[in-house]
């Protein structure tokens, strides 16, 4: 019995061990995948909630060294946002069990119902606000160029291009400073829509190098952040 007992235990010692080491290697997600209960869009329309209900110089894209980051708005979930176009350095701690959501480069647009104050940013007549947004931002996405992601100098994947995903029609309170100053929306909800070129993945335990850059070259904007990340 006493035999029996101790196989056992080590059997399910193996085991555990086995899991861990899966647990503790690097995944990346495919688009399909769900990461964390969340498919891609959704994470796509959390990250732009995130970004946008908070102040322009207040906010992810313009943390400056990582510390915004600190308080993520899923608590499952990592989210490594991009920036405003600028050379930036940023460190985080995350949790080992947290997959991270990467939206290397992005576009979202919105649009206030009855909006006297822009009475031209209209859906036509028996056009959907959804297929509006979508018309206008169509092919600003597929303008940005040198999109990638680098993970301890090597690139996760060949072609971040290939990687984008669309949201469903989603509502927000869009902070007043991404607003024009002459029109006061505080308080009112946008329809938005929100188009990325993104990427999921799981670190290993350890300090880890992650780059991500890319350019909207039309209006100059060349982002390059390098996150010095440390999972545990």
Same mark, same amino acid.
């Given at each position: 019995?006493?035999?029996?007992?101790?196989?056992l235990?080590?059997?399910?010692? +193996?085991?555990?061990?086995?899991?861990?080491?899966?647990?503790?290697?690097?995944?990346? %997600?495919?688009?399909?995948?769900?990461?964390?209960g969340?498919?891609?869009?959704q994470?796509?329309?959390?990250?732009?909630?995130w970004?946008?209900?908070?102040?322009?110089?207040n906010?992810?894209?313009?943390?400056?060294?990582?510390?915004?980051?600190?308080k993520?708005?899923?608590? #499952?979930?990592? +989210?490594?946002?991009?920036?405003?176009?600028?050379?930036?350095e940023r460190?985080?701690?995350?949790?080992?069990?947290?997959? +991270?959501?990467?939206p290397?480069?992005?576009?979202?647009?919105? %649009?206030?119902?009855n909006?006297?104050?822009?009475?031209?940013?209209?859906?036509k007549a028996?056009?959907?606000?959804?297929?509006f947004l979508?018309?206008?931002?169509s092919?600003?996405?597929e303008?940005?160029?040198?999109v990638?992601?680098?993970?301890?100098?090597q690139?996760?994947?060949?072609?971040?291009?290939?990687?984008?995903?669309?949201?469903?029609?989603?509502?927000?309170?869009?902070?007043?400073?991404?607003n024009?100053?002459?029109?006061n929306?505080?308080?009112?909800?946008a329809?938005?829509?929100?188009? #990325?070129?993104?990427?999921?993945?799981?670190?290993?335990?350890?300090?880890?190098?992650?780059?991500?850059?890319?350019?909207?070259?039309?209006?100059?904007?060349?982002? #390059?952040i390098?996150?010095k990340?440390?999972?545990q």
């Amino acid at each position: 019995m006493k035999n029996l007992i101790l196989l056992l235990t080590l059997v399910f010692s +193996i085991i555990g061990c086995k899991k861990e080491e899966e647990e503790d290697k690097l995944i990346v %997600y495919s688009l399909s995948d769900k990461v964390a209960g969340y498919d891609m869009s959704q994470l796509s329309i959390e990250t732009s909630k995130w970004i946008f209900t908070n102040p322009l110089d207040n906010g992810p894209l313009s943390d400056a060294d990582g510390s915004f980051h600190k308080k993520q708005p899923l608590p #499952d979930v990592t +989210i490594l946002a991009p920036n405003l176009g600028e050379t930036q350095e940023r460190s985080l701690i995350i949790n080992s069990k947290n997959p +991270i959501f990467i939206p290397a480069m992005g576009v979202t647009g919105w %649009y206030y119902a009855n909006d006297a104050c822009n009475p031209d940013w209209n859906p036509k007549a028996g056009q959907s606000v959804l297929d509006f947004l979508q018309k206008e931002l169509s092919g600003v996405l597929e303008g940005a160029t040198n999109v990638k992601v680098v993970l301890n100098g090597q690139p996760l994947v060949p072609d971040m291009k290939a990687r984008k995903t669309t949201t469903a029609l989603f509502t927000m309170k869009v902070d007043q400073s991404w607003n024009s100053p002459d029109c006061n929306y505080t308080g009112k909800d946008a329809s938005a829509y929100a188009e #990325d070129y993104t990427i999921a993945l799981k670190l290993p335990k350890g300090n880890h190098i992650l780059k991500v850059a890319g350019e909207f070259k039309d209006i100059n904007l060349v982002q #390059d952040i390098t996150w010095k990340l440390t999972v545990q």
